[in-house]
């Protein structure tokens, strides 16, 4: 296990680059995660990446954050080898999940978040690739 990335909701992922471009960190990908609601850029760093998430409907949990707590660090994502696996594993546990089955990601990725009254106030993502 390892950090995969960390998550930071923006109003605009172009306008946010900017400053993690004058560090010399480009971003490789920005697609639509209809699933989620947001537009994503990721942005490798080292063995992980820095994720820029921008809402794309006033619904997105995304826009809620914003909404709510502004632009910041919204999660922190750990990769796994099977996160259905590890989602069953820690639901056998009694801990509070936000997914109880996979969902899909970006960058191909199978995903879900733990409940963060579980994890004390850090939204925690498993993160899958193939």
Do not use: W
């Amino acid at each position: 296990m390892h950090i995969d990335h960390i998550g930071i909701a923006v109003t605009d992922i172009e306008e946010a680059a900017k400053v993690y471009k004058l560090m010399g960190l480009e971003i490789v990908n920005i697609e639509e995660v209809p699933s989620q609601k947001v537009r994503v850029a990721m942005l490798p760093l080292g063995e992980s990446k820095i994720e820029l998430l921008e809402p794309t409907d006033p619904e997105s949990p995304i826009q809620k954050f914003l909404d709510k707590k502004g632009s910041g660090i919204h999660h922190l994502a750990v990769s796994v080898d099977d996160v259905a696996a590890e989602l069953a594993k820690l639901k056998e546990q009694g801990i509070r999940l936000i997914n109880e089955e996979p969902v899909p990601g970006a960058g191909g990725a199978l995903i879900a978040f733990v409940h963060p009254k579980e994890t004390q106030g850090v939204l925690l993502e498993l993160c899958q690739h193939e």
